[in-house]
């Protein structure tokens, strides 16, 4: 049975979700304790690894660009009805896309060109890989949880396949790519900076966070101001009622999966034509499996996404520093970690809301608890 | 606290016992109260009516009864002894039984397996079975509650599943049984037998509560009635001190006109809106629904749809709104025609002024997570008030018109922010109309236009529906309420088996004929 929570707005999208994180971090301090180690400390070098210095701020915003990019996917997969569990292997596709243009063309085009052109053909790539299982389950049947799972194989596959046969620069003992000309080169944020006169230290952080603000702007209006996401939405709510409207829910199908693809194939701008400037294995490092948890956290939508992968970012930074700097803390401490916030904020993000409920009647008077 | 002032005289000691008492009762969800110092008593060996519009707060007080809530305070007692029941077990071992309006069976388990789940008498199916079906039969002999005990549910009629969930709750010894609008999926036959079954049951020593919004039915059956009205109980009395005019006034809260007769309009009738000729459809099981349907619609008049549910009225709307095309059969709509090889469909339905107002108000007129604005503009989504040309919504002009619609049909509360389904089931319900006759359509499908819809909005709805008949609009009104039928219709038809059986002015309807062409018989 659904029973009612009935908490206001407010509370549900502040207020759960700052409890959430307190109890997250309670546990992982009460475990950190447990295995002999000072929690405050441990904090300390946390936050300061995560947003200390400008370095490590840009690094959090960094790891933050890819979350952005796959949570995203997840989102607008949501609210279609579908569940994308392959924004990994659409991520390695985007990566691939952008890594062949680059290798093909970026020595004769000039940047202006190169660059637009990579976005597109990783956006491309993704949702070309994502269509396939979207078909599959629009017209085939094939549920799209499993055949999006066996595509993060056959992506990574792929990937290794085509870069030992065939883009593997020759003479060389290491599985990538030869380098992109500087064409193809994202900008990084400490070259922006400069030439607004700001110094900034050097770091991977580069011109695709603001790809990701624009994605997530892009996707709200998306969602909610057009026709198109009304219909996408619609269908993920209600197909029977989306049927009465006279929607036809397999296109619909096929869009949501196609968008969230290419949201997911952009992490491939991020990594590959921000930061690698060639093709290389493993780069997606595991962003398109954060992305689901970041858009549980973020309850599917783009602001909250953001919110979410700041966290997810800081303690992706900041679990290595504290790995690096607390003695004996290792960077499985950290993953810990970061479960406990998965597990508070995304799968039981709502075992507190009844408590919350039943405080808040106590606590307000009458009229002020519709929010 | 004010509970000892507040309680009425005890019973005198040469009455019957009490079966239940619920004494102040107050439970509240977040900011709503949803029993508000209710009180029910319920004697031991009587049919108990319990009424109120949707929202009363009869659903949260049955469910505290059966442990699916706890009350906020308040006290229980079962048969004179206090109790606190904390789930359905509690419940089920107090005596406690309940019918809930929507099945709680495994469709592919057979009847007996459904009785016997989780009641098995040993662990051993070989020996739990027999003595099952042993006491099954007893218990059908005794009650006259017969069903195929080896039919998987999924195959037996709705009135035969009912009574499997009555046998589930007599099975685990219930004495005080609780119906929640048991009435709503039946046939008026199936309904006779369930009050005939109700009334051996009462003379047996049994309790029932009957939960219903039906008030001819607690006319007929029960022998004491509770009307409740925003979470708290307005009156109590004998049925054989009151009557039906007096119930509805004191569940709305004012005077209530129901039923109207229908004015036949027939002579006024004017142009065919609506033409649809043997009609052929058959499922994807290979079950044929429609049998040749014909029927004619002209402006200004309402067509009833009368019979028993599941006799392809749902599959006849389906076809003519264009959501499912038939086999063969051909339809004309407002001047156009449609082969099944290029159906009619739902969008093209919309743009030749069909509105359709869907029988599943949660599974398809709604769409129950978007804000109300939203689901004001499914299936019109794409019309040049509600989108540009490139896809853009006009937001703000959506809602301004979602606020003006509510205003119109009386949608509370008046909120176009407010998601879909935290309206109550009325309010929903005018939120579709609002919808669907706010566009002014010239043909108007709707099928069970008052189903779970409480009394005030009934007497609205009917209100809105001869409004637009009058207006010019050709109606075609499905419902499995004869007495609607009869109040609005002009002309009713009356289907059986995927096949129109009868057609017949209203005026020379009565229960009795239709009853026979309802059951496919011809008329003598």
Known sequence: ?371 | MSQQAKAPPVAPAHATPWAVEMVDIHKRFGAVRANHGATLRVRSGTIHALVGENGAGKSTLMSILYGFYEADSGTLRVNGQPVRIRNAQDAIALGLGMVHQHFMLVDTMTALDNVMLGAESSAWLHKAIPAARQRLQDLMQATGLHVALDTPVGDLPVGDRQRVEILKALFRGAKTLILDEPTAVLTPQEMAQLFEVLRRLRAQGSTVILITHKLKEVMALCDHVTVMRAGTVVHETPVADTRVDALAQAMVGRAVHLMAPGMALADKAGEVRLAAQDLHLTDAWGVPRLKGVGLQLRAGEIVGVAGVSGNGQSELLDVLSGLTAPQSGRLGLNGQTFEPSAWLNPTQARQLGLAHVPEDRHARALVMGFEAWESAALGYEAWPENATAWGWMHRRAMQTHTADLMERFDVRPRDPLLVSAKFSGGNQQKLVLARELGRAPTVLLIGQPTRGVDIGAIEFIHGQLRRLRDAGCAVLLMSSELDEILALADRVVVMCQGAVTGELPVAECTETRLGVLMAGGPLT
């Open chain 1, 1 to 371: 049975m659904n029973h009612p929570h009935l908490l206001p707005r407010w509370a549900d999208l502040v207020v759960l979700p700052l409890i959430n994180l307190a109890v997250a971090l309670l546990a992982a301090g009460a475990v950190v304790a447990l295995v002999g180690q000072n929690p405050t400390e441990v904090l300390q070098a946390l936050v300061h690894g995560a947003v200390g210095t400008p370095r490590n701020l840009s690094y959090t915003l960094y790891y933050a660009t890819s979350f952005v990019f796959t949570g995203l996917a997840v989102a607008v997969a949501f609210h279609g009805g579908l569940f994308n569990i392959g924004g990994e292997g659409q991520a390695v596709l985007g990566g691939l896309g952008a890594g062949l243009v680059a290798l093909w063309w970026s020595a004769h085009l000039p940047a202006w060109l190169m660059l637009p052109l990579m976005v597109g053909a990783a956006a491309l790539a993704g949702m070309a890989w994502a269509t396939v299982p979207a078909y599959l389950q629009a017209y085939r049947g094939s549920h799209i949880v499993i055949t999006t799972i066996m595509f993060n194989f056959l992506a990574s596959t792929l990937l290794v396949y085509l870069l030992v046969n065939w883009l593997k620069a020759p003479g060389s003992m290491s599985v990538e790519s030869a380098p992109f000309a500087d064409s193809a080169k994202l900008p990084g944020v400490h070259h922006m900076l400069a030439w607004l006169g700001v110094e900034w230290p050097s770091s991977p952080l580069n011109a695709s966070v603001l790809l990701a603000v624009a994605a997530a702007v892009g996707v709200h209006l998306f969602l909610w101001r057009t026709r198109a996401g009304y219909r996408l939405r619609a269908v993920g709510a209600s197909e029977t009622a989306a049927q009465y409207a006279g929607i036809h829910a397999k296109r619909q199908v096929l869009l949501a999966m196609a968008v969230s693809g290419a949201l997911a194939g952009l992490v491939g701008v991020n990594e590959i034509a921000g930061v690698a400037g060639r093709l290389m294995l493993d780069f997606v490092a595991g962003a398109g499996f954060t992305g689901i948890a970041v858009a549980l956290m973020g309850r599917n939508h783009p602001l909250g996404i953001v919110l979410a992968s700041l966290l997810f970012g800081a303690l992706f930074q900041g679990g290595a520093e504290v790995a690096f700097e607390v003695q004996g803390f290792t960077r499985d401490m950290v993953v810990t970690l970061q479960g406990f916030i998965v597990l508070f904020s995304g799968a039981m993000s709502y075992v507190l809301a009844p408590v919350l409920a039943r405080l808040l009647v106590r606590l307000l008077p009458e009229g002020a608890r519709y929010g």
